[in-house]
């Protein structure tokens, strides 16, 4: 049974540029959250998609945005990359019928240079 | 205002001994559920134990075993029996109320086992 499945691994990007990360949700999860993690930090939430639609936000400005797919799977796209943004991004897959569940991914490592 | 305080930046623990790793929360929702995560160098973050606002009883998953005392809003993870495999970056999170959906996370705890 596959877990949580986030591509790429690592990506670096230049400032000013855009970016799409990829996420999978583990079998039988139909919600998908998205966190930041900066380096030596906790991670911080980003967005979480259920039914396609964002249901809950944290305090990220708008060029942070996502997408949920009918197969449950998702996408963060970042624009207007700053050196800031430079994270691993964690995705989480959780069943809606109790959110404890939470599985995450091994992320995707973002280098803004 | 901070919701997890983890206030031990790094712990060494020597293989085969109990570690306890402190975490602290702030919340008036009388419903919230308190979680221990592992993060290895690998990234990925690895559930651990869940403890619940109301569950009587602390919880316990094989060698883990959450230590909650409500009162003082506390929720210390127990490491039993520490391997080599256990050194990695500890993470506590609440996820407070019915209808909030997020973690938040506190800033970590990083252990190393010493063989």
């Known amino acids: 049974d596959a877990g949580v499945t986030q591509s790429p691994t690592h990506l670096i990007k230049t400032r000013g540029q855009q970016v799409t990360l990829r996420c999978s949700p583990k079998?039988?999860?139909?919600?998908v959250s998205w966190y930041q993690q900066a380096l030596g930090q906790g991670p911080q939430f980003i967005f979480q998609?259920?039914?396609?639609?964002?249901?809950q936000r944290g305090n990220f400005p708008d060029r942070f945005s996502g997408h949920q797919f009918p197969n449950y799977s998702s996408e963060l796209n970042v624009n207007a990359l700053l050196l800031g943004d430079s994270a691993l991004y964690l995705c989480?897959?959780?069943?809606?019928?109790?959110?404890?569940?939470?599985?995450f991914g091994s992320g995707t490592r973002l280098t803004v240079v | 205002a901070q919701k997890i305080t983890q206030t031990q930046p790094g712990m060494f623990v020597q293989e085969k001994e109990a570690v306890t790793l402190d975490c602290t929360y702030d919340?008036?929702?009388?419903?919230?559920?308190l979680f221990w995560y592992k993060q290895p160098s690998s990234g990925e973050m690895i559930f651990l134990i869940y403890?619940?606002?109301?569950?009587?009883q602390n919880a316990t998953e094989g060698r883990y075993s959450l230590n909650f005392q409500k009162a003082r809003k506390s929720a210390n993870l127990v490491i039993s029996a520490s391997q080599l495999g256990d050194s990695a970056m500890y993470f506590c999170?609440?996820?407070?109320?019915?209808?909030?959906?997020?973690?938040?996370f506190g800033a970590g705890t990083t252990v190393t086992v010493r063989a």
């Open positions: 403890q619940g606002s109301y569950d009587q």
């Open positions: 999170a609440m996820r407070e109320g019915l209808g909030d959906y997020k973690l938040s």
């Open positions: 998609y259920y039914e396609e639609e964002e249901r």
């Open positions: 079998s039988g999860h139909d919600t």
């Open positions: 919340t008036s929702d009388p419903s919230y559920g």
């Open positions: 989480a897959s959780s069943d809606s019928l109790f959110n404890y569940g939470y599985t």
